[in-house]
């Protein structure tokens, strides 16, 4: 079979066009993960970098971050819109409830993770610890449900105490 002359150049013309046209591909952008925080001096950057690359993430060659550090309690909802709109693949928040609160309303499609120290099944984030359903997860070292449990270890272990303290730290919580 006999080719013709156009018929060849147009092939050696499309075959020349492949490397310009597989050079064009666009680089896939990094995922990105949103903070919603309080404040950045209590954010724990350390912790958070090192957790993220025992994982095999490090920030700005696998995985981006986006901060938002509202300075009011107020100012919450519009920052959490602000990660929303920025369409970030996941929500990391912590502090208090009330960012979890803030970022459980503002999607129901991206991934909530949050870290706190309450209750997150009274709080209403998650339908329960083993299976929280929806988009919201997350770590807590909410320990309410054991107060009774230790006065009651402290009562056999010193029967005669009738003075008990507890000394202990609150998270940082921003009130307008």
């Known amino acids: ?66 901060f938002e550090f509202p300075p009011q309690l107020s100012q919450l909802p519009a920052h959490a819109a602000a990660l929303v709109e920025r369409h970030v693949d996941v929500i990391f928040v912590g502090n208090s409830w009330d960012p979890v609160r803030v970022a459980k309303a503002a999607t129901t499609t991206i991934p909530v993770v949050f870290f706190y120290g309450g209750d997150p099944v009274d709080h209403g984030f998650v339908a329960s610890l083993s299976r929280p359903g929806g988009n919201v997860t997350g770590v807590t070292s909410a320990q309410e449900g054991l107060t009774g449990k230790r006065l009651s270890l ?12 507890f000394l202990g730290t609150m998270p940082y919580v921003s009130r307008d």
């Open 154 to 165: 402290l009562h056999e272990l010193v029967p005669g105490a009738t003075t008990i303290a």
């Open 1 to 66: 079979m006999m080719m013709w002359r156009r018929e060849f150049i147009a092939g050696l013309g499309g075959a020349a066009a492949w490397p310009c046209v597989a050079g064009a591909q666009r680089r896939t952008r990094l995922p990105l993960i949103g903070v919603l925080w309080f404040s950045p001096v209590l954010f724990p950057m350390a912790d958070f970098r090192q957790g993220l690359a025992d994982q095999g993430f490090v920030i700005g060659e696998n995985v981006a971050i986006d």
